[in-house]
């Protein structure tokens, strides 16, 4: 039987929510709380997962108290309970949030077929990352919208960590498209020898032993356009 607790601040909600977990034999809800602070406080108990509303009220998000959450577990000597968050909203920077917060192990879009959270549950439980349709739409949206500007800081990372000049980046630029030393010499107006010489730098300073190695070292340096295209359907 898998033992789980709620947290919503929103009473007539709360007390729905449980009467509908509490009708499958295999879930049993050992908390109820419409407080964060009486659960962490009062109720804990050893519980499996815990279902966590997003908004607490007086504008409080629930994220914010995902590690203190864990931290009271492990104060009791409880097994931390996997957390799946709950939320009306549909704005993805949420979304995205709840994705990335440590701890959390799901997001499950209120309004959302009731069987789909017995599904969620199960996936959580089992070691999965649950994220209902919609705010899996949604999160690809701001994938897509943030790509060139996480490539901008992975380049500019890149350069700044081994020291590379202006014309070294731009031969590896040039070197990440597949162009030959010629066409790059080309490109830059400058000889072969000068492009072999930028090529026997970079080896040198991104301490790699093939064009192999140079590739995958340079793929920060490739256009944001071109890396963005990886989240596309």
């Given amino acids: 039987m ?15 929510l449980k009467a509908f977990l509490e009708y499958f034999d295999e879930l049993k809800c050992l908390v ?12 804990l108990v050893p519980i499996d997962l815990l279902l966590l509303d997003i908004e607490l009220g007086n504008n409080e998000n629930a994220l914010d108290y995902v590690d203190a959450i864990h931290e009271r577990y492990e104060e009791k000597g409880y097994a931390s309970p996997k957390i799946l968050i709950l939320s009306g909203h549909k704005d993805q920077h949420i979304y995205s949030r709840s ?3 440590k701890g959390v192990q799901g997001f499950f879009q209120k309004g959302s077929n009731p ?6 549950i199960h996936i959580v439980m089992a070691g999965g990352f649950f ?11 701001l994938l897509q919208q943030s790509a060139p500007d996480k490539q901008h800081a992975r380049a500019d990372q ?7 000049n202006e ?25 072969v ?9 970079l080896y040198k300073k991104l301490n790699v032993n093939n064009k192999t190695q140079l590739r995958n070292k340079l793929e920060p340096l490739r256009a944001p356009k071109q890396s963005a295209e990886a989240y596309n359907p």
């Avoid at 898998?2 to 729905?16: C, E, R, T, V």
């Avoid at 109820?32 to 109720?43: G, V």
């Avoid at 890149?158 to 590379?164: D, F, V, W």
């Avoid at 020898?193 to 730098?201: A, F, K």
């Fill in 99 to 101: 994705i990335t917060q």
């Fill in 158 to 164: 890149l350069i700044a960590q081994h020291g590379l």
């Fill in 167 to 191: 014309r070294e980046v731009e031969a590896a630029r040039w070197l990440i498209q597949g162009l030959t030393y010629e066409e790059v010499g080309e490109k830059m107006f400058l000889s």
């Fill in 193 to 201: 020898n000068t492009i072999r010489h930028y090529v026997r730098v």
């Fill in 115 to 120: 069987d789909l959270l017995i599904r969620a």
């Fill in 2 to 16: 898998l033992k789980l607790g709620i947290i919503d601040d929103d009473f007539n909600l709360l007390q729905d």
């Fill in 32 to 43: 109820a709380e419409s407080c964060i602070f009486n659960f962490l406080n009062k109720s």
């Fill in 131 to 141: 994220l209902s349709n919609e705010p899996a739409s949604q999160i690809k949206t």
